[in-house]
C-alpha cells in the first residue's frame, strides 16, 4: 500500500524530549515540513519542552492534548522504538501511518536515522511511502485495566515480582492444555515483538506479515521448554500462582502489579498498526542493518 504527497495534508509530530539532541533533530523536522506548506500538528508536551528552552516552534500549528483525538494523514514518532510504542498507543485504532525516526539506539520500529531526516521527509513527500500491517495483541482481564490500555504491539509479558522464587504459568492454547511453564516469566509476542524482549530469550523472528503469536518462557527451570508458535487467531488463556500471591503484567514494558487466581485470556486485536516505510526500504534490510547480519567483525582488527 503506498501514498503520496497529494494525501499527506496534515502531519503529527510526536517525540521523547529526554532524548539526546531531541531540541535539534526537532527543528530539522518541523523546518523541513513546513516547506510543504502541510497543516502541523505537535503533541502538547513535546511543544511545553520546545517552548521552555526557546527551540524552534513553526509560525502556525495545533495541539493535541492527552485526551484529544487523532485525526492526520502521517503521524511521525520522533526518539526510539518506545516513543514509537506510546506514539501507536496515542494514535489507538485510527489506522494513521507512523513514521519512526530514531535518536536511540537500536530501533527497529525506527528505522530512519537522526542523520536522515530532511532527506527522508523529502523522499516521502516527494514519493510517497509503503505501509506496514502490524498485528496487536489483546489482553481481556477488565477487573485489572481498561480494554484500551491492555493493547500491545510488541508483547505481553508475565513475570515474577521478587527476585527469588520463580511462578507459575497455567497455559491453554485455543481450548486445549499445553502445559505449566515454571519460569522467570512467560512472553506472548506478536511479529513486531518478535525482535524485542522475545529476541533475547531465543524466540525465532516472525515476519511483519506472519499471521502467528510466540509464546516464549523466560528463565525457564526446564531446559526442554523451547518457544512455540502458533497460530493468532487462536485464544491463549493463562492462570498464574506465585509464592507471594502476586505478579507482574507488563504491556509493552508497562507493568502492573496482579494477584493470583487472576484468569487472563490474550487475542489478536480488532485493529492493526499502519508503520509507513520509504519506498525501498524492506524488513530484510532492516534486520541486515540493526542487527548486523552478514558482517564480518575480523575487519576490525
Given at each position: ?19 539526546q ?108 511511502f ?103 487467531h ?31 485470556v ?34 576490525d582488527f
Amino acid at each position: 500500500m503506498a501514498e503520496n504527497y497529494s494525501s499527506i495534508q496534515k502531519v503529527a509530530v510526536f517525540g521523547s524530549v529526554h532524548k539526546q539532541g531531541f531540541a535539534k533533530a526537532c527543528t530539522e523536522l518541523l523546518q523541513t515540513l513546513e516547506t510543504y506548506g502541510v497543516e502541523l500538528f505537535l503533541d502538547e508536551r513535546m511543544e511545553q519542552f520546545l517552548r521552555a528552552n526557546n527551540a524552534y516552534l513553526p509560525s502556525a500549528y495545533q495541539l493535541i492534548k492527552k485526551d484529544d483525538a487523532v485525526s492526520v494523514h502521517l503521524a511521525l514518532s520522533l526518539g526510539g522504538d518506545g516513543t514509537f510504542l506510546k506514539t501507536a498507543k496515542r494514535v489507538g485504532s485510527a489506522g494513521i501511518p507512523i513514521l519512526g525516526i530514531n535518536l536511540g539506539n537500536l530501533g527497529f520500529l525506527v528505522d530512519v536515522k537522526g542523520n536522515e531526516i530532511s532527506d527522508a521527509i523529502h523522499e516521502i513527500m516527494q514519493h510517497g511511502f509503503t505501509i506496514e500491517q502490524r498485528s496487536l495483541l489483546q489482553l481481556h482481564a477488565p477487573d485489572i485495566l481498561p480494554a484500551d490500555e491492555a493493547i500491545a504491539l510488541n508483547e505481553v509479558a508475565v513475570l515474577k515480582q521478587d527476585t527469588s522464587s520463580m511462578i507459575k504459568v497455567h497455559t491453554t492454547l485455543n481450548g486445549e492444555y499445553l502445559c505449566t511453564y515454571r519460569a522467570d516469566g512467560l512472553l506472548i509476542s506478536t511479529p513486531t515483538g518478535s525482535t524485542a524482549y522475545a529476541l533475547s530469550v531465543g524466540a525465532s523472528i516472525l515476519m511483519p506479515e506472519n499471521n502467528s503469536f510466540v509464546v516464549s518462557p523466560v528463565a525457564p527451570h526446564s531446559l526442554n521448554l523451547r518457544p512455540v508458535i502458533v497460530p493468532d487467531h487462536w485464544q491463549i488463556d493463562l492462570d498464574v500462582e506465585s509464592q507471594n500471591h502476586h505478579f507482574l503484567i507488563a504491556i509493552d514494558g508497562r507493568s502492573f502489579v496482579c494477584k493470583s487466581g487472576v484468569h487472563l485470556v490474550l487475542k489478536k486485536a480488532d485493529y492493526v498498526v499502519n508503520v509507513a516505510k520509504r519506498k525501498g526500504h524492506t524488513y530484510f534490510q532492516t534486520l541486515r542493518e540493526k542487527l548486523m547480519w552478514g558482517a564480518d567483525a575480523r575487519l576490525d582488527f
